[in-house]
């Protein structure tokens, strides 16, 4: 008699990011990481990450400067919290990806031992 292997199809919902006009998250559902959404997202998510590191290093050459106007601190506290929320929400959406990958390890087969074997 065949057996057969039952293979599991994992359908899951990356975080991309942008939101709605309404402010809502946007989802991918994707059993992959390929596709151009998920492409389009990466690309996103790259730049985010270079804006932020240039933004962080503007403001440590603006705080490292004598007279800088309210306006200026002002302005560069709002493009921080701006590349802050953007990278959390990269964090986010990288954590719910490892956590599938770990329930996919998780899932396969590999060799199995008797309890008798670990003595």
Not at 49 to 66: H, K, M, S, Y
Request: some cysteine; glycine content about 6%.
């Amino acid at each position: 008699m065949a057996t057969t292997k039952e293979t599991k199809v994992r359908h899951r919902f990356r975080l991309l990011p942008w939101c709605t006009p309404e402010g809502k998250p946007c989802y991918l559902d994707s059993d992959s990481n390929s596709g151009p959404l998920a492409e389009l997202a990466d690309s996103l998510e790259a730049t985010q990450l270079d804006n932020a590191t240039e933004v962080l290093e503007r403001t440590c050459e603006l705080l490292a400067t004598e007279g800088v106007s309210e306006r200026e601190v002002r302005f560069t506290t709002q493009r921080l919290s701006e590349c802050l929320r953007d990278v959390l929400r990269i964090v986010k959406s990288r954590e719910g990806m490892r956590e599938d990958e770990l329930d996919q390890e998780d899932d396969e087969e590999g060799p199995k031992f008797p309890a008798e074997a670990f003595g």
